[in-house]
């Protein structure tokens, strides 16, 4: 049993229930989600395990990764705040949305805040342009829509992830 | 055979077997339909679209279900609205296919037009510069001018070394996917991927070692951009400036047909160089792919550490000599030997080779032996595959048995023919101590204990137990092959082991039926041809060397192989060495006699299928080597036997002449070709890669022994291997071949292949190691029957059953067969 | 007769300019487009090769005078842009009959025709130009080649064409 196995058994298991044991391959996608809640990255050594796992090769369940745009090889932000500039958000006001968001944040498009924690991007279509400006949060193993935005209620969603953050931090400490 | 389908392409009526993709059924009528992603040996993707034509299909009444006609009492046909992929879409009675209408034609120009946006248009430092589908194919089809602007062009990557064999342009790639599709469909080692989309795709790797698959070369033939090349080939030349020359794979058994790509080189001062080796299509035996080993593996031709010149022992050691010097000193020691002469001969030698050498052998009255540690050719001889077989028609109903060998190391190419019958339905039963990369293929799996390969072949024809569904297919099966290699075996083992195949063989009454017979997995490409020309392996070699009057050892090492064999030599009385090396044996040697390189001079092989095939020379051979049958031949005169020396093809008649089973065998005979399915390597390129057109030659396949000459029986003075017993304290030591080995073939390639080549290293269970007192990566010294090899690295690998350790030949740890051997910590010398 | 004939010659003689050189020590001036001997150009502020060995000029010439052997360029020793380089390059003088067509097929304008006629060779050897013989000296501001550069610069063989169709 390999690292990510040890790490998420009862998960995995419940998992490759699902699907019959000739197309374990099928489990590819859930794996690939499961290896994203904690960090909301693939790591090489993940990949390799969940190819263990499945009976694949490293390079098809990468390649999977590739695919979906969902899915993230690159050790970035622990939230990553997707915002749509296509062109109906962007008449709804997207663009002046996300710049004064990516100014409040101190980073630019694609950039890292410095405490790890949210990373800021452009997206195409989220399927919402009648409630733009819109965005959705990933991280944590999920996703959260928010709509009819504001940069004001778009910064207390960010600051009560960070708040959670900083009482998950605190927890581990005091546990420690 | 199939139902027949009559169609008509651009007026042109073509009956073709249904189920034909129509670009096939254009090819064989003379059209050619522009296609990149499309390949002959894969399935369609239809992902280029460059193969659009228009598609009339004959009109039917819903109502009556019958044809609507016209006017004149044709059939109409409805043209569909819009063009569709010929290289999906297979041919149906009536069919009305249009290749060259305008509509068609501007499909082609603007596919191009897209499929060049991001090329990066280097044609000039391309490698496949000059052989480029995509080059070809524009200067046929496309626009001339592009609409898009030049500043969009993607800017990527443009090396990226996939592994250290083969490199990637991202930039050239056209997604097309023939590479990932070879690797995933073909060779079933999906190493190659796709990643990201849109315009953001490209081809990755994530495999350890990167790219890791024995056939990656092929990816760089069927490339039908420069996006794959090699490492090898790597600006060595256009292709343009290379000459083709028909050549043999001297790698193993299957007997691969190539190209030799030679030019003149400055750095050899100005000589005809080998510049790449390239399949030639031969869908009998290798169709159009080569293992990587073939491909990359040819460097030791050009060695400089060849033997230049005849040499002799004096007071100093081994002198240069004239020819006649070397020659004179021979025939006065073989005068003297006489009948006392031993002739050890290798299986990398040629047919011409070994006759011209049995031939002064037998005048003298001498013992002919071969140098191999897989018997068995005799049976092999008799009950091998029928006159007229081919690997590539096995399919539903047929079986085969492939034991004791791990087939992908020991003969790639036999392991992807034997693959692809059990994709095509074979049964395909494998009977081995230790899972293999033929497994998944398999229908029926047995793992047996190291040593009990006859005992495990006994319950398959009984139908024991778990075998009982194996031996009921094995019965039912309308054709078998049988394969049995060398797993943890040796001479005896195996010598046993095809008799007992043979005899499955022959007891279900298809001895020397066509499809059907037992195939020798040989460590060298023509042991099958030197039990032709009268060479036998001897149990006790050693005692047959040490006992010689004079040993005449030709293409082979013996006294590298094992320190018994090399005491026996000691006390030869006389000993000849006939080779491209100073090996050890050489060393050892009285008088060595250089021999030409297989690049340099022709002859033929026999490969494991017994098919006799020709090589041609490729280069010159430099001043001073001779080829062995010349060599042998001049040896003759010498001595009172008149030999063809200057002729290769002289030799083959008198092969003919004189060896039965070559009857009426002429290299005119062997040459002769006929058109091959799928048409590939035509002037267009585009169809099949660069797999080259064969004009050589397909060779002639021999019958067996079993047709000819019903009656007789096989006889072989080879005791019957006694098991083994493995004290206290020892373990049982198996022998196993891994591709990428450390022989005289291959160790001059090391730059190419360096990383991948067998170490010197044993493989052993963890538990087993434990108990042995061993961790993983400890060094040992192994202690064998009159041996030791030390500096030796422990490997574990769970999969290996327990109480066994595999020792890969040709590392320096010279077990022959299976034994007991005993393994001690190494103890590093305190410095003095 | 005779006389007038004279007459002609000494009227020549006397009224019409000379027209022999006195070559070696006077040379004559040749035309725009005259093709002589072949240079192996530079590029001007590098000092790098044009000459990317792709073999092109080879495959045109028709009097087969030209051999080319290609290598990898590497940033601790680049001879040209790009990854390919002429690790070899010879023109045999005595076969090239002065076409121009390899000027034509040259992707990087690498080899040119230049002024020089003055080729004469005592022996069969000495009529082949290598790659040093034919190469022009590195230009004020370049660097001789190999030379050692800034990884990721000099990615492309065939440089950027400002407008395509020119």
């Not at chain 3, 601790?76 to 990854?83: I, K, L, V």
Request: overall charge negative; glycine content about 8%.
């Amino acid at each position: 049993m390999n690292a990510f196995h040890a790490k998420y058994q009862t998960e995995i298991e419940q998992i490759l229930a699902k699907y019959p044991p000739e197309r374990k391959r099928s489990a590819v996608m859930p794996l690939l989600f499961l290896a994203q809640r904690d960090d909301n990255y693939i790591s090489p050594n993940e990949l390799a395990d969940i190819a263990e796992i499945l009976e694949m090769s490293v390079t098809d369940v990468a390649s999977v990764v590739g695919f979906y745009t969902l899915f993230y090889d690159q050790h970035e932000g622990r939230y990553r705040i997707q915002v749509c500039t296509d062109l109906p958000c962007a008449l709804r006001g997207a663009e002046t949305f996300f710049e004064a968001l990516c100014k409040e944040l101190g980073v630019s498009s694609g950039g890292t805040t410095p405490d790890g924690l949210f990373t800021i991007e452009e997206v195409k279509c989220l399927a919402a342009c009648h409630r733009a400006p819109v965005f959705q949060v990933q991280g944590d193993g999920e996703i959260a829509y928010y709509e009819n935005q504001t940069a004001e209620t778009a910064l207390q969603v960010i600051a009560a992830l960070r708040e959670k953050a900083v009482q998950e931090a605190r927890s581990r400490e005091g546990a420690a | 055979m199939a139902n027949q389908v009559t169609l008509t392409i651009d007026d042109l009526t073509v009956t073709v077997p249904e189920g034909t993709l129509v670009v096939d059924a254009a090819r064989k009528a003379g059209i050619d339909i522009p296609v990149f992603c499309y390949h002959p040996k894969m399935e369609p993707v239809g992902m280029c679209r460059m193969c659009l034509v228009q598609v009339g299909r004959p009109m039917v009444d819903r109502a009556t279900g019958q044809p609507v006609l016209d006017a004149d009492g044709q059939p109409k046909i409805q043209f569909s609205p819009k063009l569709e992929t010929s290289c999906t879409i297979p041919v149906s009675e009536g069919m009305v296919i249009r290749t060259n209408t305008p509509e068609v034609l501007r499909a082609h120009r603007d596919i191009i037009e897209f499929l060049l946006t991001s090329h990066p248009l280097d044609c000039p430092i391309c490698d496949k510069g000059g052989e480029c589908p995509l080059q070809d194919l524009t200067r046929a089809y496309g626009p001339g001018q592009s609409r898009f602007l030049l500043d969009d062009k993607m800017r990527l990557a443009k090396h990226v070394p996939l592994g250290e064999l083969i490199y990637l342009d991202r930039e050239r790639c056209i997604l097309c996917a023939r590479c990932i599709r070879f690797q995933d469909e073909i060779v079933d080692e999906p190493v190659l991927s796709f990643y990201h989309r849109g315009r953001s795709m490209q081809i990755v790797t994530y495999s350890d070692p990167p790219f890791d698959s024995y056939f990656s070369g092929n990816t760089t033939d069927i490339c039908p951009v420069g996006a794959l090349t090699t490492a090898d080939f790597r600006f060595a030349a256009r292709p343009w400036e290379l000459k083709n020359n028909a050549s043999i794979c001297t790698q193993c058994p299957v007997g691969c047909n190539t190209t030799l790509n030679t030019r003149r080189e400055v750095k050899s001062g100005g000589k005809w160089v080998v510049k790449r080796v390239m399949p030639r299509q031969n869908e009998l035996v290798n169709e159009i792919w080569i293992c990587d080993k073939g491909r990359f593996g040819y460097h030791y031709a050009e060695s400089g550490e060849r033997i230049l010149s005849p040499h002799v022992r004096k007071e100093q050691g081994l002198v240069p000599v004239s020819w006649d010097e070397a020659l004179d000193l021979v025939e006065q020691r073989l005068r003297q030997a006489g009948a006392g002469t031993v002739t050890l001969a290798g299986g990398r030698l040629a047919n011409e080779d070994l006759f011209n050498l049995a031939q002064v052998t037998d005048h003298l009255g001498g013992r002919k032996l071969l140098h191999t540690q897989v018997g068995g050719g005799e049976y092999v001889q008799r009950y091998g595959l029928g006159k007229g077989s081919n690997l590539g028609e096995l399919g539903k109903g047929d079986a085969i048995l492939v034991i004791a060998s791990d087939l992908q190391e020991e003969a790639p190419v036999w392991w992807l023919r034997v693959k692809r019958a059990a994709d095509r339905g074979a049964a395909l039963m494998v009977l081995n101590p230790r899972p293999t990369r033929l497994d998944p293929y398999a229908r029926f799996i047995h793992h047996y204990r190291y040593g009990e390969e006859l005992e495990a072949l006994g319950r398959l024809a009984a139908g024991e137990g778990e075998l009982a569904e194996a031996a009921e297919a094995l019965r039912s099966a309308e054709n078998l092959v049988i394969f049995y290699g060398s797993e943890g075996l040796g001479l005896a083992e195996t010598t046993a082991l095809a008799r007992e195949a043979a005899g499955l063989l022959a007891g279900s009454g298809r001895a020397g039926k066509v499809n059907s017979g037992l195939i020798g997995v040989w460590q060298q490409n023509n042991t099958l041809g030197a039990y032709d020309m009268g060479f036998r392996p001897e149990a006790d070699l050693a005692g047959a060397l040490s006992g010689s009057g004079l040993a005449w050892i030709a293409a082979a090492d013996p006294a590298g192989d094992h320190p018994a064999l090399e005491a026996a030599l000691k006390q030869a009385g006389f000993l000849v060495v006939q080779d491209l090396f100073m090996t050890r044996t050489a060393q050892m040697a009285d008088v060595v006699l250089p021999a030409q390189a297989f690049t340099e001079r022709e002859g033929t092989f026999t490969s494991g299928e017994r098919r006799v095939q020709r090589f041609y020379p490729a280069v010159a051979a430099p001043p001073g080597p001779l080829a062995d049958f010349s060599i042998a031949a001049r040896v003759g005169l010498r001595v009172g036997i008149e030999l063809e020396g200057a002729s290769a093809a002289t030799v083959m008649l008198r092969i003919a002449a004189s060896v039965p089973a070559y009857a009426g065998l002429d290299y005119a005979l062997i040459s002769e070709v006929s058109e091959q399915w799928p048409i590939i390597g035509r002037e267009d390129r585009y169809y099949g890669g660069t797999g080259y057109d064969n004009h050589q030659g397909l060779g002639v396949q021999l019958q067996p022994d079993a047709v000819t000459d019903p009656d007789g029986e096989v006889s072989i003075a080879m005791a019957a291997p006694a098991p083994l017993q493995v004290p206290e304290g020892a373990v049982y030591l198996a022998p196993v071949t891994r591709l990428y080995d450390q022989g005289l073939t291959l160790k001059p390639s090391m730059k190419i292949v360096g990383q991948r080549m067998a170490r010197r290293e044993v493989w052993l269970n963890p538990e087993t190691a434990a108990r042995l007192g061993f961790g993983a990566a400890s060094l040992v010294t192994l202690e064998g029957e009159g041996w030791t090899a030390s500096g030796v690295e422990i490997r574990v690998d769970e999969q290996l059953p327990p109480d066994v350790l595999l020792a890969p030949r040709s590392v320096g740890i010279p077990a022959t067969g299976p034994e007991a051997v005993r393994l001690r910590p190494l103890v590093t010398e305190p410095e003095a | 007769m005779l006389v007038r004939g004279l007459l002609t010659t000494l009227k020549a003689f006397l009224t019409e300019k000379t027209v022999t050189v006195q070559y070696p020590e006077q040379k004559r001036m040749v035309r725009t487009r005259f093709r002589g001997r072949h240079v192996l150009r530079r590029y001007e502020d590098t000092g790098l090769e044009r000459c990317i060995g792709c073999s092109l000029c080879e495959a045109a010439c028709p009097a087969d005078a030209i051999f080319v052997e290609a290598s990898e360029n590497s940033d601790e020793e680049r001879y040209s842009p790009g990854e390919r380089y002429a690790s070899t390059y010879e023109i045999n003088m005595l076969r090239c009959i002065f076409c121009g067509y390899c000027e034509d097929a040259c992707p990087t304008e690498a080899i040119v025709l230049s002024d020089n006629y003055e080729l004469s060779f005592h022996d069969r050897a000495s009529a082949i130009y290598t790659k040093e013989m034919l190469l022009e000296p590195v230009p004020p501001g370049g660097k001789p080649t190999p030379q050692r550069t800034p990884p990721g610069v000099y990615t492309r063989a065939i440089p950027e064409m400002s407008d395509p169709t020119d």
